[in-house]
T-cell receptor, first 113, second 109 residues
């Protein structure tokens, strides 16, 4: 596709359930970023990949959050044992190089009930 | 938490009016980015600034990189209804961007 694609667009999870959010970056983009955006706030950094290497995961809020990009293309953000405070929009961005060239997907809105 | 402070938090203006919003930081940035986010969409880059004092335009949008390197301004001239959205400033932090909380713009026809 022409842009960054995220799926699902919406996810409702019961508290305690595990979820997996998918990001298909723009083809050939080396860098991939995950952000969490709470209602009424700006995006907050979660983690960064360069190809398949996870170079920075300092923004992951707890060990329940895990991200992977095994072949340097598609990435998955997994949240285990979801809690209500995990409710947010999860944004993925990709770039051919640095962050200034990053393009964002539409996001996945996660609601934990 | 956020390192960037944006003001105002929200603005309600009439179509045709000019808009000005700003962003300040407690630390020096080498790059300032301005994004717009519409409902249900991801942020879209509007303007990137790389040099202190730089003034850059993109259509009706003009952004400036403050001389102190701790602030930036975004102006929108002759606003139109499609300018509605949330405007975020962002700056570099290691390998990624850190965002302000945004200025929500509402334009009344």
């Amino acid at each position: 596709g022409a842009g960054v694609s995220q799926s699902p667009r919406y996810k409702v999870a019961k508290r305690g359930q595990d979820v997996a959010l998918r990001c298909d970056p723009i083809s050939g983009h080396v860098s991939l970023f995950w952000y969490q955006q709470a209602l009424g706030q700006g995006p907050e950094f979660l983690t960064y990949f360069q190809n398949e290497a996870q170079l920075d995961k300092s923004g992951l809020p707890s060990d329940r959050f895990f991200a992977e990009r095994p072949e340097g293309s598609v990435s998955t953000l997994k949240i285990q044992r979801t809690q209500q405070e995990d409710s947010a929009v999860y944004l993925c961005a990709s770039s051919p190089g640095g962050y200034t060239e990053a393009f964002f997907g539409q996001g996945t809105r996660l609601t934990v009930v | 938490g956020q390192q960037l402070n944006q003001s105002p938090q929200s603005m309600f203006i009439q179509e045709g009016e000019d808009v000005s919003m700003n962003c300040t930081s407690s630390s020096i940035f080498n790059t300032w980015l301005w994004y717009k986010q519409e409902p249900g969409e991801g942020p879209v880059l509007l303007i990137a600034l790389y040099k202190a004092g730089e003034l850059t335009s993109n259509g009706r949008l003009t952004a400036q990189f403050g001389i102190t390197r701790k602030d930036s301004f975004l102006n929108i001239s002759a606003s139109i209804p499609s300018d509605v959205g949330i405007y975020f400033c962002a700056g570099p932090h290691n390998n990624d961007m850190r965002f302000g909380a945004g200025t929500r713009l509402t334009v009344k026809p």
